[in-house]
């Protein structure tokens, strides 16, 4: 891990010398592939702090998950290098707790993480899918940064190329740079997911996306590489990449089409013009109520009033003839209506000196449960 690597692209004009080992503090050594990936942890969870409480989630909640999930991620990572490599491990089982010699598998780690955010959405009551949703762009972003620790160990390259951006180490290849083109495949996924957070139709689908995209643009790119861990004669990462994209595809289509069964209600925001139409509505439900009351008593104060004289009867029998119960009842149905949308009406003429001001609309919010910032970039 100490050697210094010469990696340059010849045909860019590109040269660097590349020491894997950053600096030492009392003799322990501190590598670049390290820092790069404590850099990539801290920049997704303060863009994860910044914009959490948009999408109805506290900070201590995001904190808490990123304790329990890191730890258990790396883990999985170390895991999932180890069975792949098991003939080598069963050898010298104590080098499987020498993460510093190197070895992590990133499906492993994508598994781990998981797993962790499940139960803790769980025993948190927090939908999983709002979660994910969540947090899916974030950790295609820290993937992205983390390739760079590759580039520093001259690691995690493809066979060789004649293309110009073809990478040669230590004098030999050129080879396809891998870890760049996964860089940018994630980079690329990252801003569209952003993008699509905010317009998706169903909870569920950026995660959903974020395993479709990722698969694909992995089993590409796994196929181009010459360090795969394999099970039996196929690539490992491969095939859980284009499993993963045939598994969620599917899974993306059937979340789909139940969100699109169920009819949309809008739902009156917390706005000043939602506080008016809620008014609104609760006088019209009240009206409503009201009607069968009244008629119930007039129609019982009819039959038993014993003051009334059969004079009294007569004559209002003879105005009922005239005027017809059932014209009375229309009559006042119409008139309630008048009014209710009078009231709307005012109610749309106040609204349009803050309509401008207003939150994304009733469907959008009831869908996403907030907008997302285009200052999370």
């Not at 493809?158 to 396809?176: A, C, F, K, Q, V």
């Not at 809620?278 to 008629?295: C, G, H, I, S, T």
Request: glycine share 12%.
């Amino acid at each position: 891990m100490n050697t210094i690597n010469t990696v340059e692209f010849p045909d860019l004009g590109l040269k660097f010398r590349l020491n894997p080992q950053a600096f030492e503090i009392f003799g322990l050594s501190i590598y670049w592939y390290g820092i790069i990936i404590a850099t990539a942890f801290l920049v997704t969870v303060l863009l994860g702090l910044r914009a959490c409480r948009k999408f109805g989630f506290e900070t201590d909640d995001i904190i808490d998950l990123v304790l329990f999930a890191a730890p258990v991620a790396i883990i999985g990572a170390r895991l999932y290098y180890v069975i792949f490599e098991w003939s080598y491990f069963s050898k010298y089982p104590l080098e499987i707790l020498d993460f510093r010699s190197g070895g992590l598998g990133l499906y492993g780690g994508i598994i781990g993480g998981i797993v962790t955010a499940l139960i803790f959405a769980k025993v948190k009551k927090i939908s999983i899918k709002k979660l994910f949703d969540f947090g899916a762009p974030y950790l295609l972003l820290g993937q992205g940064i983390g390739r760079w620790g590759n580039f520093i160990n001259a690691e995690a390259y493809g066979r060789e190329t004649s293309l110009p951006w073809g990478m040669m180490i230590n004098g030999e290849g050129p080879y396809h740079p891998t870890f760049l083109y996964e860089f940018l495949w994630d980079i690329v996924v990252f801003a569209f997911l952003l993008w699509y957070r905010k317009r998706k139709k169903a909870d569920g689908e950026v995660f959903y996306l974020y395993m479709i995209l990722y698969g694909l643009g992995r089993s590409y790119i796994e196929g181009l590489r010459i360090d795969s861990l394999y099970i039996g004669q196929f690539r490992a990462s491969q095939v859980l990449a284009i499993m993963f994209v045939v598994v969620f595809s599917i899974v993306f289509v059937v979340n789909r089409r139940k969100a699109l069964a169920i009819p949309d209600e809008p739902q009156i925001g917390s706005s000043e013009y939602g506080a008016i139409l809620r008014k609104l509505a609760q006088e019209e439900m009240n009206d409503q109520n009201r009607e069968p009351v009244e008629k119930k008593e007039e129609s019982a104060g009819n039959a038993v009033n014993p003051g009334e004289t059969g004079g009294q009867q007569q004559e209002a029998g003879a105005r009922e003839a005239e005027t017809g119960g059932q014209d009375e009842v229309t009559d006042k149905q119409k008139k309630a209506i008048g009014e209710v949308m009078d009231k709307k009406e005012d109610a749309v003429q106040k609204a349009d000196g803050f309509g401008q001001e207003e939150s994304p609309g009733p469907q959008d919010a009831a869908k996403n449960g907030t907008s997302d910032s285009s200052g999370e970039l």
